[in-house]
Nanobody, 115 residues
Framework: QVQLVESGGGLVQPGGSLRLSCAASGIAFSNYHMSWYRQAPGKQRWLVASITTTGSTNYADSVKGRFTISRDNAKGTVYLQMNTLKPEDTAVYYC?????????WGQGTQVTVSS
């Protein structure tokens, strides 16, 4: 059974930091392209950051320089370090694992940036 379990979300003040984790099980993690998406209330889900099997990264313009995606293949975990958080970063953050033949999602973790 494939599971992607996100953790690390919560309430943080503007300018603060959070580190999200997504632990994968049931898949050959190192073979998967991993991404973080987010979805705010009433809006579509969109890509925040991604990391390939070889470690190449890509970021949405709105988070470049503030967020960092990384992966630990030995632990089967992908991370999203979020710094200098803004109220507009408030959303549910989802982990995604994809290959040519498979596409899996986590259940999401809420991030709220508010004073």
């Amino acid at each position: 059974q494939v599971q992607l379990v996100e953790s690390g979300g919560g309430l943080v003040q503007p300018g603060g930091s959070l580190r999200l984790s997504c632990a994968a099980s049931g898949i050959a993690f190192s073979n998967y392209h991993m991404s973080w998406y987010r979805q705010a209330p009433g809006k579509q889900r969109w890509l925040v950051a991604s990391i390939t099997t070889t470690g190449s990264t890509n970021y949405a313009d709105s988070v470049k320089g503030r967020f960092t995606i990384s992966r630990d293949n030995a632990k089967g975990t992908v991370y999203l370090q979020m710094n200098t958080l803004k109220p507009e970063d408030t959303a549910v953050y989802y982990c995604n694992a994809v290959t040519l033949r498979a596409n899996y999602w986590g259940q999401g973790t809420q991030v709220t940036v508010s004073s």
